[in-house]
């Protein structure tokens, strides 16, 4: 009995038939990482071992199609690759591009590469005839053509944390596009491996800094990567801890404005951290400040770690420590040993 799938959009289910015994395939799913989403899911790579190539990644719109747009210059260089910074897991079998290059790109190869779990890469490349037109263009994570690093003996051992969708040319025209408008992963891995959602977190004020009297607000959209099967999976869990992880504040919210409440946050100025997750395990991150004045002195320690009096330095992310410095998180200390915290006035 052959196999039969439903395309793309589904959750893809294989039936199989032994001779000897009944065996049921594994479910494997289809999810979709669209290469226009408000959020980038890639960032792109010039091939620092081959210097002097250059490349810009922007975003582009024609009619209701939303795509990457990876502009690059190979006059010097040998290539450029769109990196798609998500985890490929064990269970792949399945890679897909929907791309385009402009037409009079004269001998293009396309290259998939990724780096497996234990270091090495893996590169299958092709030629590719540049027409203008979209293309899909499939690649089995699962094999190798050339290799390096690592065990350096072809053997993939996924999961990868990421790919990447590369370009060389050695034609006359070096200076073109890639466009990237859908990339497919189809996978037998769960949720727990790659979440079938996403989660964004838009704050209402792009610093992500908020005066007193106004209470944070955040914009929350998921986006199904693959079918849902549960109307659930839209519920939010939201998360607030503080700068030194203690948890203030859960509750359950869904799609659109979740907005955080001075009792929220015990009341307090300072920075705090808020966690975002499905059902199925998408989750997010996001630093916001709660200021105590309009006109806040700047911290004069800059650098990439939070230095607490009495306490190890504890690494943050950059935009955490911007909202620190502008939170006061250095001069607005509680008692010695203090987590940085000040109470609001009353």
């Not at 502009?71 to 791309?99: H, M, N, Q």
């Not at 590469?113 to 037109?133: C, I, N, Y």
């Not at 727990?192 to 959209?221: D, H, K, Q, W």
């Not at 950059?318 to 609001?344: I, K, N, Q, T, Y």
């Amino acid at each position: 009995m052959k196999a039969k799938k439903r395309r793309l959009g589904k959750l893809a289910v294989f039936a199989g038939a032994a001779v000897c015994c009944a065996t049921v395939a594994a479910e494997s799913r289809i999810l979709h990482l669209p290469g226009g989403f408000a959020q980038p899911y890639g960032s792109y790579t010039t091939g620092g071992e081959f210097p002097g190539a250059k490349a810009e990644l922007g975003f582009e719109q024609e009619g209701s199609r939303r795509f990457a747009r990876l502009s690059f210059d190979l006059t010097k260089g040998a290539y450029v690759g769109y990196r798609v910074t998500e985890r490929i897991p064990a269970g792949t079998s399945r890679v897909a591009f929907t791309l385009r290059l402009p037409k009079g790109l004269e001998r293009t190869r396309v290259f998939f590469r990724v780096h497996d779990s234990e270091g090495q890469a893996h590169l299958q490349s092709v030629p590719f005839k540049a027409t203008g037109e979209w293309a899909v263009l499939e690649f089995d994570p699962r094999k190798s053509g050339g290799h390096w690093g690592g065990a350096n003996d072809g053997v993939v051992r996924l999961p990868a944390a990421e790919c990447v969708l590369g370009v060389e040319t050695d034609g006359a025209n070096r200076t073109a596009c890639l466009d990237v408008a859908d990339v497919v992963i189809e996978t037998t891995a769960g949720n727990a491996e790659i979440p079938s959602s996403t989660i964004m977190c838009v704050a209402s004020r792009t610093t992500s800094l908020f005066y007193p009297g106004e209470n944070p607000s955040f914009r929350l959209s998921v986006t199904r990567r693959a079918e849902a099967v549960q109307a659930e999976q839209d519920s939010v869990d939201c998360r607030i801890t503080d700068c030194d992880g203690k948890e203030l504040c859960r509750r359950q919210t869904g799609e659109g404005t979740f907005e955080v409440r001075p009792e929220d946050v015990g009341g307090r100025f300072g920075a705090f951290a808020l966690d975002l997750t499905t059902a199925d395990g998408a989750s997010n991150r996001t630093w916001f400040a709660c200021l105590t004045s309009k006109d806040v002195k700047p911290c004069p320690w800059v650098g990439t770690q939070c230095h607490v009096e009495g306490r190890e330095a504890v690494p943050l992310g950059g935009h955490a420590v911007s909202c620190l410095w502008m939170a006061e998180r250095f001069a607005a200390r509680g008692p010695a040993g203090g987590g940085g915290h000040r109470d609001r006035p009353r």
